[in-house]
């Protein structure tokens, strides 16, 4: 899982509440992404990050904030929640350096927004 | 058109059938993962490739660079292998995603 954990795990938040997610890593990698799963959509990119403080906006950032101070912490924002923003969030890393650049996927968070 | 189209979108299989899930894309790329997803669970990477095939145990994956294609084939398969199957390409430092393929294998 190349020590990736995020929280919380589960959430129920009011329209209009603010919501932060928290993805935390263990190894130091450079690239963390933010997804949203949705059925029918399959996974769609928020916003990701090239390290402390880049950040760039994916296909499906509006409503979306992120932040990363820290090389180990990469945290999603949802300043204002609405319902379409009921979903499961997965955090990712990226390995980088050779051939070979794999994703590692957080357990991921279930938001409800009511 | 979506970029990672995957097929079929849901399959049904028996125990110990031979199964295949293809996955089409049309942008460049470097490399082309293939994912797991069990009910309720986390994602877990099952290959990466950029040419050829690979093998894990009953898995094989193959790709073909000029036709923009890929298999996942799954030989003797078991319900434990009942799971959404995603296909992603790997685009500029970012993954594409297909829309998954659910299957279900029934003893």
């Known amino acids: 899982d190349a020590g990736i954990t995020q929280s919380p795990r589960h959430k129920v938040t009011e329209t209009g509440t603010p919501v932060t997610l928290r993805c935390h890593q263990t190894e130091n990698h450079r690239y963390m992404y933010w997804y949203r799963q949705d059925p029918g959509h399959g996974l769609r990119l928020i916003h990701y990050?090239?390290?402390?403080?880049?950040?760039d906006k994916g296909e499906v950032s509006d409503g979306y904030s992120v932040s990363r101070s820290k090389t180990e912490d990469f945290l999603l924002t949802l300043e204002s929640a609405t319902s379409s923003q009921t979903s499961v969030y997965f955090c990712a890393i990226r390995t980088s350096g050779g051939a070979y650049n794999e994703q590692f996927f957080g357990p991921g968070t279930r938001l409800t927004v009511l | 058109k979506n970029e990672v189209e995957q097929s079929p979108q849901n399959l049904t299989a028996q125990e110990g059938e031979f199964i295949t899930i293809n996955c089409s894309y049309s942008?460049?790329?470097?490399?082309l993962h293939w994912l797991q997803q069990h009910p309720g669970g986390g994602i877990v990477s099952l290959f990466m490739l950029s040419s050829g095939k690979k093998k894990h145990g009953r898995l094989i994956a193959t790709i073909n660079i000029q036709e923009k294609h890929s298999s996942l084939h799954i030989t003797a398969s078991h319900p434990r292998d009942s799971a959404v199957y995603i296909c992603?390409?790997?685009?500029?430092?970012?993954?594409?995603f297909g829309t998954g393929t659910r299957l279900q294998v029934f003893p």
């Open positions: 990050s090239y390290g402390v403080k880049d950040t």
């Open positions: 942008v460049g790329i470097s490399a």
């Open positions: 992603a390409v790997d685009n500029t430092d970012k993954l594409i």
